[in-house]
Each structure stands twice: as structure tokens, then as C-alpha cells.
């Protein structure tokens, strides 16, 4: 795990206090895989099969970047007078500039912590060059591909 300040944290007299952390999992992409990561995540499955199809079968890792102070306040409402209907929930992710930003620049951390690096050098570590699908006319790596 990496916590780091963002660079809005520093600016704000934040930069003793982390906003954004990077957490490392070594991981096999097997053929269940995208299913799993689909159910955890809320991810589509059959966007997570043709983004891995080519890693299956490969020792991988994966990184999970995630905001520690994201500045989106979700809601949690009753459905219904029923006390054993499911609440609905709407977390409101990245509902604001703010946060997708930050978000961004972590990711990019995270690349550059892959890239350049003796650690990940070391075992020839690299990001997939495969766009996610739905972002093959994004200039890859661009600010605006990590948004979408």
C-alpha cells in the first residue's frame, strides 16, 4: 500500500495528510477472473473479458487507486416502510471536478511507480499497452483517457 498527498493537497496546507492511496495486488488473471472483479467492483463483465483477454494464463498484478478524502457526499435512503427492503444507495462517485482529478493523478503515480522504478524494473513490470474498451478513441494515457 502508498499513501501519498495529491498535489491540490499541498497547495491547500494538506501535504502532511494523504488524500490518495495505491494499493498493490499480485494476481493471476485466470478465466474467471473478470467475472470475480465484475462482481466486486461493479464493473461490466464482458468489458473486463475483452480488455484481459490477453493476459489470461499470465502472472499479473493490478492497482487500486482510490481517493482518502474524496470531497462527493452520497446518499442513503429508505426505500420503503419496510424494514427488510434494501436501502438504496448512491454514492455520487466522482460527482465533482475536484475528485476526478485527484483521482487522475494518482493513476498517473501509479504508472510512474510501474515505469520507473528498480523495483518494478526488476521484474520487467509494465502497464498493458491494450486501451479499455470504450476508450480506443481517447489518446491513451491522455489526462482525458484516465477520466473516462
Request: proline content about 5%; glycine content about 8%.
Amino acid at each position: 500500500m502508498h499513501f501519498f498527498s495529491s498535489a491540490h493537497a499541498k497547495s491547500v496546507g494538506e501535504g502532511d495528510w494523504p488524500d490518495i492511496q495505491i494499493i498493490l495486488a499480485g494476481v493471476a488473471i485466470g478465466k474467471t477472473f473478470a467475472t470475480d472483479f465484475a462482481r466486486g467492483f461493479g464493473v461490466k463483465k464482458k468489458v473486463l473479458e475483452k480488455y484481459w483477454e490477453h493476459a489470461i494464463g499470465t502472472e499479473s498484478f493490478l492497482q487500486i487507486v482510490s481517493l482518502g478524502r474524496p470531497h462527493a457526499r452520497g446518499d442513503i435512503r429508505l426505500q420503503s416502510i419496510d424494514p427488510y427492503a434494501p436501502t438504496l444507495i448512491d454514492p455520487k462517485y466522482l460527482d465533482n471536478i475536484h475528485d476526478l482529478e485527484v483521482l487522475v493523478e494518482g493513476v498517473k503515480k501509479a504508472v510512474e511507480m510501474v515505469e520507473n522504478t528498480t523495483v518494478f524494473a526488476r521484474i520487467n513490470g509494465r502497464f498493458t499497452d491494450v486501451p479499455f474498451p470504450g476508450c480506443e478513441d481517447v489518446p491513451f494515457r491522455s489526462d482525458e483517457y484516465w477520466k473516462w
